[in-house]
Structures are given as structure tokens and as C-alpha cells.
């Protein structure tokens, strides 16, 4: 089991830039693909950004490709999500999410593959 906590979020002005970050706690951190979902007040939660258990293969909403960089320290056991460019569009609670899978370059896309889940951080971004 891992626990999820994520931190970052906050308030910015439309163009500007956040650092999202998720620690998670245990020693497997390694066996996890990992992802950031978002859900906006009335919208169901969306994909955001994927990473593989190693980080060699990443995948990200069409919404912040060119936008967005997941990345993860396994010796820290983090995973991040750097953000540029922001837009009001983007304001949403951002979750990270964990999935244990055997398969090292899998990269979930759906909210349904990842079993652990954090209690997320506010990303307000003002026009």
C-alpha cells in the first residue's frame, strides 16, 4: 500500500507557472506508474499526465501537451508535475495517482487502472 500526499497548488494568474508535487510514502514507490488527474467544480475527473514506473515513457491530455512535464524522482519517491502557460481552464483539485503494474513501460491513461489515490491540491488560475 502507498499513501499519496500532494502539494503546490495554489493561486495564479493566467500565464503563469506551478510546480505540482506528490510524495508517497513505503519503499515500492518504484513499482508504481503514476498520474495526475484533475476534476473542475461540475466536470468528471480527466487525465492530466502519466509516467512509468522507470520514467522512460510518458503520455499527457491533449489539453496541456506542450504545457505539462511529469517527472519522478524514485529515489525520492515523487513524482511532478510542472505546469507553464497556465490558463483558467485549468482550474481544478489535481489528484495524483498510483498504479502497481508489473510492466515497466506502461503508462495508464484512465482514472480506472490506478488503485492509490491522494486527497489533492487546489489550482486556482485567475484571468
Known amino acids: 500500500q502507498v499513501q499519496l500526499v500532494e502539494s503546490g497548488g495554489g493561486l495564479v494568474q493566467a500565464g503563469g507557472s506551478l510546480r505540482l508535487s506528490c510524495a508517497a510514502s513505503?519503499?515500492?514507490?518504484?513499482?508504481?506508474?503514476m498520474g495526475w488527474f484533475r476534476q473542475a467544480p461540475g466536470k468528471e475527473r480527466e487525465f492530466v499526465a502519466a509516467i512509468s514506473r522507470s520514467g522512460s515513457s510518458t503520455d499527457y491530455a491533449e489539453s496541456v501537451k506542450g504545457r505539462s512535464t511529469i517527472s519522478r524522482d524514485n529515489a525520492k519517491n515523487t513524482v511532478s508535475l510542472q505546469m507553464i502557460s497556465l490558463k483558467p481552464e485549468d482550474t481544478a483539485v489535481y489528484y495524483c495517482?498510483?498504479?502497481?503494474?508489473?510492466?515497466?513501460?506502461?503508462?495508464?491513461?484512465?482514472?480506472?487502472?490506478?488503485?492509490?489515490w491522494g486527497q489533492g491540491t487546489q489550482v486556482t488560475v485567475s484571468s
Open positions: 513505503g519503499r515500492t514507490f518504484s513499482v508504481y506508474a
Open positions: 495517482a498510483a498504479d502497481r503494474t508489473s510492466n515497466t513501460m506502461v503508462v495508464p491513461t484512465t482514472q480506472y487502472a490506478y488503485v492509490y
